[in-house]
């Protein structure tokens, strides 16, 4: 079993353990429930930088990143820096995430938070909405096209943007639909790690002008964003190169900075 499918068999487990202790009646009673959310499309294609910027603690491909920040403190230091989303992994088991990271962020920045997760059931995205998120993340390697028209009509539906993640033209190509916003490649194959750009420039000019095109992981520079941006890129999902700092919104700062200068 790769890691992808392992990650996938233990969150139908979680999600349906989640399922047995929290009701929907619950979540829908919950006061970020009942807000309004902030756009993160919206946010990129007004934006000069565009990037989305991570908290992630560990993960299967470096093992531990950053145990040791405050997730508000990173929140907080990322705001400053003028980001126009955060990311917040939520996962536990593999990325040492939760739902209370998204709470807690949620607590302190007005930007748009996405909830970065192994979506594979309404019920996660009902419990996105309940603790800060105005963004989901579905993945196509691990939904057929059926979930991913149910699940993104669901998120939509909930006022929440809806980023779709591929890696190849199958995945893309099943994909395509009116209820998504951005469509995110993401430069690391999640069943090999194996990380290239190459991944995002070979698929832009597949993917049509009304999504937000956001390149994802592996990427650590200024050149590297602005070779993407020759592609038509809009957004840049950047983690571990913010997050093994010491202090990731000084650095996010500084590499903004650079980046518009
Ligand atoms: O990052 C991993 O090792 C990973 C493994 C398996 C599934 C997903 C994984 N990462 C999720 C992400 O997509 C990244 O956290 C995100 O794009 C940021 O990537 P990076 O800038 O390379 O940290």
């Known amino acids: 079993?790769?890691?992808?499918?392992?990650?996938?068999?233990?969150?139908?487990?979680?999600?349906?353990?989640?399922?047995?202790?929290?009701?929907?009646?619950?979540?829908?009673?919950s006061v970020l429930y009942n807000r309004n959310t902030a756009s993160l499309a919206a946010a990129l294609r007004n934006s000069n930088s565009g990037i989305i910027a991570e908290h992630k603690r560990r993960s299967p491909s470096k093992s531990l990143i950053n145990q040791k920040l405050n997730v508000q403190d990173v929140a907080t230091g990322y705001e400053q820096a003028g980001v126009?989303?955060?990311?917040?992994?939520?996962d536990s088991k593999y990325f040492g995430g939760s739902l209370d990271d998204l709470?807690?962020?949620r607590s302190v920045t007005k930007i748009p938070?996405?909830?970065?997760?192994?979506?594979?059931?309404?019920?996660?995205?009902?419990?996105?909405?309940?603790?800060?998120?105005?963004?989901?993340?579905?993945?196509?390697?691990?939904?057929?096209?059926?979930?991913i028209k149910t699940l993104s009509e669901a998120a939509k539906s909930l006022g929440l943007d809806v980023l779709l993640e591929v890696h190849n033209i199958e995945e893309l190509h099943k994909s395509i639909m009116p209820s998504l916003d951005?469509?995110?490649?993401?430069?690391?194959?999640l069943k090999t790690f194996e990380v290239s750009l190459e991944t995002s420039k070979n698929l832009s000019k597949l993917?049509?002008?009304?999504?937000?095109?956001?390149?994802?992981?592996?990427?650590?520079?200024?050149?590297?964003?602005?070779?993407?941006?020759?592609?038509?890129?809009?957004?840049?999902?950047?983690?571990?190169?913010?997050m093994k700092t010491e202090n990731p919104?000084?650095?996010a700062s500084e590499f903004i900075k650079e980046l518009e200068s």
């Open 207 to 242: 993917i049509p002008d009304e999504f937000v095109k956001v390149s994802e992981s592996g990427i650590s520079s200024i050149e590297a964003i602005k070779d993407l941006k020759q592609y038509g890129y809009q957004g840049f999902l950047i983690g571990e190169n913010f």
């Open 249 to 251: 919104g000084k650095y």
């Open 182 to 189: 951005m469509l995110g490649v993401n430069n690391r194959n």
């Open 1 to 29: 079993m790769n890691i992808l499918d392992k990650i996938v068999a233990d969150k139908r487990n979680e999600v349906d353990l989640r399922k047995s202790l929290i009701p929907i009646s619950q979540l829908e009673q």
């Open 84 to 90: 126009c989303g955060m990311s917040v992994l939520t």
């Open 113 to 147: 938070l996405l909830r970065k997760e192994f979506i594979i059931d309404e019920y996660q995205i009902l419990e996105a909405r309940a603790h800060g998120a105005d963004v989901i993340l579905l993945i196509a390697a691990i939904l057929s096209k059926n979930e």
């Open 103 to 105: 709470l807690l962020a």
